[in-house]
């Protein structure tokens, strides 16, 4: 079966550069979830996309900034970045807001 | 708001043996559970989930029942096998919004010993 699909799966920045953390959802799937793992710590909830519109918010830090497209699709975007957002980004997806979650690889980020 | 607390890891086992991780939460309202294992190096894989009380999830060996009396929902298996070495993470759903975002419990590391 298809899975969720988060592109890339690596990605090493700068300090102060931008990255852009890219998500597909399974087919069919309407709402896209994102959230940020630490080292060693459970995942933190992002912010949320219901049918293509921003649902609900979460610790996101005013420098990033998401958006979820026609196809479903979701990015993340992540700007000015700080040694501290370096962590494992997931995306997840579900068939409405209210079912279960189903979570992508995740993207690991390295800021140096 | 609400909460997941798990217990502390790591859990060292050897194989074969009864496997016991609990799982309390604190919510209000009637929020669904779930139980997600990472497997080194990989994403979050949703191992069960149980929507009401009294509910039991259930797969690959593994139960947990949706104790509402208790807050509980704590994970159980008969017997492990090494290739359940992971990181058990408990979760409910948090329906104060449209969607549900997931509030995660720390996290328990299980390694399990030939």
């Known amino acids: 079966a298809a899975g969720v699909i988060q592109s890339p799966r690596h990605l090493i920045k700068e300090k102060r550069e931008t990255a852009t953390l890219k998500c597909y959802p399974i087919?069919?799937?309407?709402?896209v979830y994102w959230y940020q793992q630490g080292p060693g710590q459970d995942p933190q909830f992002l912010i949320s996309f219901y049918e293509k519109m921003q649902s609900d918010k979460g610790s996101i830090p005013d420098r990033f900034s998401a958006q979820q497209f026609s196809d479903y699709h979701s990015e993340l975007n992540m700007s000015s970045l700080e040694l501290g957002d370096s962590a494992l980004y997931f995306c997840?997806?579900?068939?409405?807001?209210?079912?279960?979650?189903?979570f992508g690889p995740g993207t690991r980020l390295l800021v140096l | 708001g609400d909460s997941v607390t798990q217990m502390e890891g790591p859990v060292t086992l050897s194989e074969e043996a009864f496997l016991t991780i609990n799982c309390t939460y604190t919510a209000t309202g009637y929020p669904s559970l779930f139980w997600y294992v990472q497997y080194p190096g990989e994403g979050l894989q949703l191992l069960l989930k149980a929507t009401k009380a009294d509910d039991k999830g259930s797969n690959k060996g593994f139960e947990a029942t949706y104790r509402k009396e208790t807050t509980s929902f704590h994970l159980e298996k008969g017997s492990v096998q090494v290739s359940d070495s992971a990181v058990y993470f408990c979760a409910l759903s948090d329906r104060d919004g449209a969607t549900n975002k997931l509030i995660f419990g720390t996290g328990t590391l299980l390694a399990v010993q030939p």
């Open positions: 087919p069919r799937h309407d709402t």
């Open positions: 997840a997806s579900s068939l409405g807001g209210r079912e279960t979650q189903y």
